[in-house]
Structures are given as C-alpha cells and as structure tokens.
C-alpha cells in the first residue's frame, strides 16, 4: 500500500489537470480542499469517499467533488485517474 504517482498535465490560475497513477490498493488519505475537482477514471477501479457516501468507480466514469469537501480513496485495481482542479492547486507546483 503507497500513495498514487501525481503528474501535472496543463495549469493557469484558473485550471488545473492532473494524471494520479495508482498501483492496486494504493491510497488517497481522507483530505478536502477549497478546490471544486472533476475525476475522471481513465483505468483501474477505485472505492471513493465523499463526504461520509461510499462508491465504487471504473473505467469511463466521472464525477465532481464539491469545494470543502472531505473526500479521498481506496484502488482496487491499478489505474490511472484524471483530476481537474478550478482554481489551480498551486500546491501542486
């Protein structure tokens, strides 16, 4: 169990596209953020938590997670996810 590989894709102030590489049973710790995020789930399977709701993601899906948001996940199968930030995580940088 690690944390997922992140890859800055493309940024300006107002946007942020990020690539999170997950080996199977990586984790995204339990966290939020002022930043509204869109996930996209380009591989692999994945077992979400946002705000307290539990659902499992795969191939194709997408969702947003609102701004302030306790969220963060579990994989189940190795993947790849797309993250979308407004604004930019400049802690990312």
């Known amino acids: 169990m690690g944390d997922p590989i992140r890859t800055v894709l493309a940024h300006a102030p107002e946007l942020m596209v990020v690539r999170f ?5 990586d ?7 002022p930043h ?3 996930t996209y789930v380009s591989s692999g399977r994945y077992r979400f938590t946002v705000d307290g709701r539990e ?4 191939p ?3 969702f947003v997670i609102p701004s302030g948001a306790v969220h963060g996940c579990i994989c189940l199968e190795a993947g790849e996810l797309i993250d979308s930030f407004t604004p930019r995580r400049d802690d990312f940088l």
């Open 21 to 25: 590489t997950f080996a199977a049973d």
């Open 27 to 33: 984790r995204g710790a339990l966290h939020s953020h």
């Open 36 to 38: 509204v995020q869109s």
């Open 55 to 58: 659902f499992e993601v795969g």
């Open 60 to 62: 194709g899906d997408a």
